[in-house]
């Protein structure tokens, strides 16, 4: 695509709302001031706003913040603004005239169309960019990126799906989840493949159980409306925890190729337990921060879960019998995304029982701690057998992680389709999650916990770990 007789437009479609202001134009204005971007790459905002191209490039200027003015000039030279409905399909065929006419003879058009919508909003639009010809192919690449969530359920996504299937091929089609941008959940395929220490002790015959956190200290800070629709397992557990766990869990991929990494995810996906609601209530525990109900946009009496923790089982060779504990939660006491690995007691208590109490952990921290600790028993110096857990500790230095829209959206104009998700693992996921779905707002169970602002969520949520066995942060270890 960067050859000079090729030009790429990105279209953002929904370009008035929050996610073009906090990460897209960011994203865009660094890749293009890194000089990553190909050379005839331009930007045009579409939504119903009445903004002129002056404005639009304003509203992404509070997003970008305070940079050098040649910079912002380079970028604002090439954004621009059309006002229009994305579900218009005749409005679609005048954005797209518009951007063909760009094009100098012989020229390739090529596009991507970044759906920044209200999920409510993709099928009329991707019916809309179909009817208005703005997906056809015949005069240079047509790519469409899919923000999250993709569905509310295994069967909208299914719909989804086969709506999405009948406009477009699967190579054209860019499922984004920002956390498989995030260069230390991209680190997870590094540490396991390119290191031969870990594969050999990764599995039901060294590990106990595997816990993955995502907790932030934030509320829902303004997004009580879109948050109350869909709760804490529909916002961050069925996408970015479920890939977080397809990470840790697949088996190593026969290459790099964007397939060979999807097969191996989908594969896993579709080896979790399939449990009904009933037995769902029995391995979720969830929770509500006080005072989510005066949030604006939250409906009164809201049951929506803003805390979530749920325990699944992985039935393959490798993982038969390994817990595996997603949680999440908003208004915590921290802001932290960790995956916790604890590995088997040693089978012989030749130290005291101190030494069965510290079995070694593997902490691998995506944010914002960044790095990897590993914690190992050693002896305290001195006479006799005292113990003590240490750990070995790798950080990422600071500022060199850039943030994921940048990596994914570069990805998406090139093509490359790695770190987004494929039809079949979305399905796989929402497969996993409907029970729980099902058990929390079809059946009202298990019990909504309560739990106060700046605390570590319902206590209840460690008994789901069982065993005695207790939450593991990189800062407990
Ligand atoms: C988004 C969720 O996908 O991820 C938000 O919709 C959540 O509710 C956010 O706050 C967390 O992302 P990050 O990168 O800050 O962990």
Known sequence: MADRNSRVTVVILGASGDLTQRKLGPAFFNLLDSG?????????????????DDRFRNYLRKGVGEVKNSSWEAFAARVSYFRGSSTDATAMKIMDAQISA??????????????????SLYRDTLTALAESGSLDESSGTRRVVIEKPFGTDYKSARELNSLVHSLLSEDQVFRIDHYLGKDTVQNILVFRF???IFEPVWNRN??????ISALEDLGVEGRGAFYDGAGVLRDMVQSHLMHLMALVAMEPPVSSAADALRNEKSKVLSAVRQ????????????GQYEGYLDEPGVEAGSPTATFGAIRLFIDNWRWQGVPFILRSGKALNRKTTEIAIEFQRPPQSLFGVTSDLMPNRLNISIQPDEGVHIRFVNKTP???????AESLNFHFPSGVIRDAYERLLLDAI??????FNRDDEIEFSWKIIDPFIESWIERNQPALHKYEVGSSGP???????????????????
């Open 36 to 52: 990553a971007l190909p050379d005839l790459c331009s930007f045009i905002g579409v939504a119903r706003s009445d903004y002129s």
């Open 414 to 419: 090139e093509g490359d389709a790695t770190h």
């Open 382 to 388: 001195g006479s006799g057998n005292r113990l003590a």
């Open 206 to 211: 060294y590990i106990d159980h595997v816990q």
């Open 102 to 119: 760009r094009c100098s003879e012989g020229q390739a058009d090529n596009r991507v169309y970044h759906l920044a919508l209200k999920p």
């Open 275 to 286: 449990i009904d609601s009933k037995s769902a209530i029995d391995n979720s525990v969830r």
């Open 194 to 196: 390119a290191n031969t």
């Open 459 to 477: 206590p209840a949520a460690e008994k789901l770990l069982g065993n005695g066995r207790t939450w593991m942060l990189t800062d407990d270890i």
